[in-house]
C-alpha cells in the first residue's frame, strides 16, 4: 500500500491566494462611521436638516427683499401669503426674513458655545486624566464645587454682569458648561490610559505627547464628537430660554427665543408669530437629537439600541 | 453610612458658602443701580444708599450680609418699597413648589410607566411610540410646550383655564408644559437600564426558575432599573425649577420664577441676590438629599467613595 502522504492529497475549490486577499478596501474608523451614518435614515435626515438649515440662514435673509427690521405697516399680523411667506409680526416685520436671520444667531452661538465647551473640557480633563496627581485632585474639587451649583444660576448672573449681546451669552455658557465634558473626557483618558496598549507604547519609549495624539485622542474622539453633537441643541435651548426672560439677545438684534417671546403676546390671536418660530426651534432640536443618536451609534456600534 | 452622610453634608455646606459669596460679588459687578429715578437728588441717593448700606466698604457689607443670613434674613427688597425679600419668598414659594411638586409627580410616574412599557415591548409599535414621544419631549422648549399647550387646550378647545391660579384644573397645563422634557429624559434612562437589566443573569435564573414575567418585571427587573433613574433627580429637579421660570410668567402664575425674572431687569440687587440664594440653597440641598437616598438604596456608591 502506497504511503498517504500530505502531498497526494489536494483540496479541491481552495484558492490558497482569493483566501488571503483582501476583498474589500480597508475602511479608516471614520469612513467606517460614516457608513454606518448613511444607513441611519434618521439620522441622516437630521443631518440633512441641519445643513439645510445652516445654509438657509447664510443665504436667505440676502435674497429677500425685505430686511430685519423694515415695517409694513399695512401688513401688520399678516398671515402666510406671497407677499410674506411665512407672515409678519405685530409690526409689520416679516418673519421670512427675521427666522433666518435668527437662525444666524441662534445657530452660532449654539454651535460656538457648544464647541468652546467641548475644547475646554477635553483639554482639562485629558490633562487630568493623563496626568493625574496634585493637577487633578484640585481641578477635581473644582469641578465638584461648581457641578453643585445649578449652572442657570451662574449663567443668568454672568450674563447680567457682562451686559446682553452675543459674546456674553456664549461666555456666560462656557463658564460652567464645560464641566461635563471634562468630567466625561478624564473618566475616559483615566479608562485608556490603564490598557494594554498605552503600556505598550510607554515601555517602547515614546514620549507622552505622542501617545497623546496617537493613541488617546483617537480612542476619544469619536464619543467626544457624539458629546458636541448632544450639547448644541442644549446651547440653543439655554439662548432661547435667555432671551425668552429678556437676558439675552436683545432687539433689534433677534434670536429665536426672541421671535417667540415676541410672538407669545399675540398668542391668543395670530398664534402663527408663536408656532412658526417654534417650529423651526423644535425641527433643529430634534434634527441634533437623532443626528447625535446616530453619531453615537456609528462611533460606537456597541450602543446601538440601548437608549 | 453616617460617615458618608456626614461627607456630603460638608461638601454641600462648602458649595453653598461659595455660591453665596460668589454670587455677593457678582451682583455688586453688574452694570447699573436699583436707584435710577431722574428725580433723585444727591442728598436722597446718599441717604438711600446708607438706608441699604451700600457706602460701607464691600468687605463690611459682605460681614453684615452673611451675619443677616445666619439669622436668615435676606434684607429688603429695593423696588417693591417696604417689602423684605423674605416675604415676597414667602409669599410666592408656595405657589412655584406646588406647581414643581405636580410636575415633578407627573413627569416621573409617566416617565417611569412609559420608559417600563416601551422596554416590555422592544422593538414593537408601543416601543417605537414611547422613543418618539422621549424623543419629542427633549427637542420641544419648555416655553414652546406652554405656549402649545395653552392655545390648544385654553384658547382653541377651552378644556381647561387658560392662566392664573385659582384651583387644581389652573395647575394642569402649566406642569405637563414643565414636566414633559423631565418626562422624556426619565423615559429614555428607564428604557436604558431596563434593557441593560433584563440581559442580567439574575434574570435568566428567574425566568428558568419558572417565575412569571409579571413578578420578573415588578420584582426582578424595576428595582434594580430604577437606580439610574435616581441619579438625574437633583438635575431634574433644577430643570422643573427653570421651567417655572418660564412657564410661570405664560401662564401668569403669582410664583417666585416671575419675580425672579422682574428683579433681574429692574437691578434689583437684594431681592436678586436673596432669590439666587434661596434658589441654590435649595438645590444644593436637594442634590444632598438625594445623594443620601442614593446611598441609602445602593451601598455600592458609598463603598465606591474612596
Not at chain 1, 110 to 118: D, Q, R
Not at chain 1, 200 to 227: C, E, Q, R, Y
Request: glycine content about 8%.
Amino acid at each position: 500500500m502506497a504511503e498517504l502522504n500530505r502531498e497526494s492529497f489536494v483540496i479541491r475549490g481552495k484558492d490558497t491566494v482569493r483566501m488571503e486577499s483582501i476583498s474589500r478596501p480597508s475602511l479608516s474608523f471614520w469612513q467606517d462611521a460614516w457608513r454606518r451614518l448613511k444607513k441611519n435614515r434618521a439620522a441622516f435626515i437630521g443631518l440633512c436638516v441641519v445643513i439645510f438649515y445652516t445654509i438657509m440662514a447664510v443665504f436667505a435673509p440676502m435674497f429677500s427683499q425685505y430686511s430685519l427690521s423694515d415695517m409694513d405697516v399695512t401688513s401688520r399680523n399678516a398671515f402666510i401669503s406671497a407677499e410674506h411667506w411665512l407672515g409678519c409680526d405685530a409690526t409689520g416685520r416679516d418673519l421670512w426674513v427675521r427666522i433666518w436671520m435668527g437662525a444666524r444667531v441662534s445657530l452660532s452661538i449654539g454651535f460656538i458655545a457648544a464647541i468652546i465647551n467641548a475644547c475646554v473640557g477635553a483639554v482639562i480633563g485629558g490633562l487630568c486624566g493623563f496626568y493625574g496627581g496634585k493637577l487633578d485632585m484640585i481641578v477635581m474639587r473644582l469641578v465638584d464645587l461648581l457641578y453643585g451649583i445649578p449652572s442657570l444660576i451662574i449663567t443668568i448672573l454672568v450674563v447680567m454682569v457682562l451686559g446682553k449681546g452675543i459674546t456674553p451669552l456664549i461666555v456666560a455658557m462656557c463658564v460652567v458648561g464645560w464641566i461635563g465634558t471634562c468630567r466625561f473626557v478624564r473618566g475616559e483618558v483615566y479608562r485608556i490610559k490603564e490598557q494594554d496598549f498605552v503600556m505598550a507604547a510607554k515601555v517602547l519609549g515614546i514620549p507622552d505627547f505622542k501617545i497623546i495624539i496617537k493613541h488617546i485622542i483617537p480612542n476619544i474622539l469619536g464619543m467626544l464628537v457624539t458629546n458636541l453633537c448632544m450639547a448644541i441643541p442644549g446651547a440653543i435651548f439655554q439662548e432661547a430660554f435667555l432671551s425668552y426672560i429678556g437676558l439675552g439677545i436683545t432687539p433689534p438684534n433677534c434670536s429665536w427665543g426672541v421671535i417667540c417671546k415676541e410672538g407669545i403676546t399675540y398668542l391668543r390671536y395670530y398664534p402663527h408669530q408663536v408656532f412658526i418660530p417654534a417650529f423651526f426651534v423644535c425641527t433643529t432640536m430634534l434634527a441634533l437629537n437623532l443626528l447625535g443618536n446616530g453619531l453615537r451609534d456609528a462611533v460606537d456600534p456597541r450602543l446601538r439600541g440601548t437608549e | 453610612m453616617r460617615k458618608y452622610i456626614f461627607k456630603r453634608l460638608v461638601a454641600a455646606v462648602l458649595t453653598m458658602w461659595v455660591l453665596i459669596t460668589v454670587v455677593f460679588f457678582l451682583v455688586r459687578l453688574m452694570p447699573g443701580d436699583p436707584f435710577q429715578n431722574p428725580k433723585m437728588t444727591a442728598e436722597i441717593r446718599a441717604n438711600m444708599e446708607s438706608y441699604y448700606g451700600f457706602d460701607k466698604p464691600l468687605i463690611v457689607q459682605y460681614g453684615n450680609y452673611m451675619k443677616n443670613l445666619f439669622k436668615g434674613d435676606l434684607g429688603y427688597s429695593m423696588k417693591f418699597t417696604n417689602k423684605t425679600v423674605n416675604g415676597i419668598i414667602a409669599e410666592s414659594f408656595p405657589f412655584s413648589a406646588d406647581l414643581g411638586i405636580r410636575a415633578l409627580v407627573f413627569a416621573v410616574s409617566f416617565g417611569l410607566v412609559l420608559g417600563i412599557i416601551s422596554a416590555r415591548n422592544r422593538g414593537g409599535k408601543l416601543d417605537f411610540f414611547c422613543v418618539i414621544v422621549a424623543v419629542l419631549g427633549t427637542s420641544i422648549p419648555d416655553f414652546i410646550m406652554g405656549a402649545v399647550l395653552q392655545y390648544g387646550f385654553g384658547i382653541k378647545w377651552g378644556l381647561l383655564p387658560v392662566a392664573q391660579y385659582q384651583g387644581i384644573e389652573y395647575t394642569i397645563l402649566p406642569a405637563c408644559a414643565i414636566g414633559f422634557y423631565t418626562l422624556a429624559s426619565v423615559s429614555r434612562i428607564m428604557r436604558a437600564s431596563m434593557l441593560e437589566v433584563a440581559s442580567q443573569d439574575y434574570i435568566k435564573t428567574a425566568r428558568s426558575k419558572g417565575v412569571s414575567e409579571f413578578r420578573i418585571t415588578a420584582k426582578h427587573q424595576i428595582r434594580n432599573a430604577i437606580m439610574p433613574v435616581m441619579t438625574i433627580m437633583g438635575p431634574t429637579v433644577a430643570s422643573v425649577l427653570t421651567g417655572t421660570f418660564v412657564i410661570e410668567s405664560i401662564f401668569a402664575i403669582p410664583g417666585m420664577g416671575k419675580y425672579y425674572v422682574e428683579s433681574v431687569s429692574n437691578n434689583d440687587y437684594s431681592m436678586v441676590l436673596g432669590m439666587t440664594i434661596f434658589y441654590g440653597v435649595f438645590l444644593i440641598f436637594c442634590n444632598l438629599v438625594v445623594d443620601v437616598l442614593y446611598g441609602v438604596a445602593d451601598p455600592r456608591v458609598r463603598i465606591g467613595e474612596r
